[in-house]
C-alpha cells in the first residue's frame, strides 16, 4: 500500500483530516481519503522507465501522481483511497461480478492476492477476435496506464475478477 494510503497514520482520510475531499458511497458510507501531491517529473520519467522494462503493454496516459488507482476508478482523478475499501465501495455502489465473456468498456477489474484487494482498474477496451480485454490503471503513484488484463505486476495476479454496475432492464 502507498504511503499516502496508509491507515496508520492517525486521521490520515479521515472525517477529520482537513485535506480529505466530501466522498460517498451510494449507501452513505464516507470514503476515507487523503489528496497527495504531484512528484516531481524526474521521478516520474524514471518511475515510467522502469515499469517500461518489465510491462512491454504499457502505454502512458497521464504522469499524474497525485491518486492512485482506487483515486482514479473512485474518486474522480482527486484523491488517494485505500485498496482495502474496494470491497466496500463495489458493493456498496451496487456493483457486482461477472464473467470475463459479459465485461464492457466501463466494467472493473479488481485484482487480488491472498490477502484482499491490490488493485483496480477500468475495461477500457474489449477485442473478442484475440480474446484480449485493455485496461486503464494507476500504477501507485507512479502514473496512469493502459494496459493489457494480464501485464500487471505479478503479485497482483493471484485472482483477477471482473466487476459492473450496469443495470439492464428487458
Not at 492512485?68 to 456493483?95: H, K, P, W
Not at 492476492?113 to 477496451?125: M, N, T
Not at 484480449?132 to 485472482?159: I, N, Q
Request: glycine share 6%.
Amino acid at each position: 500500500m502507498p504511503p499516502h494510503t496508509n491507515r496508520y497514520v492517525i486521521g490520515l482520510g479521515a472525517s477529520n483530516d482537513p485535506k480529505r475531499l466530501e466522498l460517498e458511497t451510494r449507501k452513505r458510507w464516507p470514503i476515507p481519503n487523503a489528496p497527495t501531491l504531484q512528484r516531481s517529473p524526474i521521478e516520474m520519467k524514471e518511475a515510467h522507465r522502469i515499469h517500461q522494462q518489465t510491462h512491454f503493454s504499457l502505454k502512458l496516459r497521464s504522469m499524474r501522481s497525485d491518486y492512485n488507482c482506487i483515486g482514479l476508478v473512485f474518486g474522480s482523478r482527486r484523491t488517494a483511497l485505500s485498496i482495502d475499501d474496494a470491497l466496500q465501495i463495489l458493493d456498496d455502489d451496487g456493483y457486482r461480478p461477472i464473467s470475463r465473456e459479459d465485461s464492457e468498456r466501463g466494467d472493473l477489474v479488481l485484482y487480488e492476492d491472498a490477502k484482499g484487494p491490490v488493485h483496480i482498474g477500468i475495461i477500457w477496451d474489449s477485442d473478442p477476435i484475440r480474446k484480449t480485454l485493455t485496461v486503464l490503471s494507476a500504477w501507485g503513484s507512479d502514473g496512469e496506464y493502459f494496459h493489457s488484463l494480464e501485464d500487471v505486476r505479478d503479485d497482483w495476479k493471484h485472482e483477477v475478477s471482473i466487476w459492473t454496475e450496469r443495470l439492464i432492464y428487458k
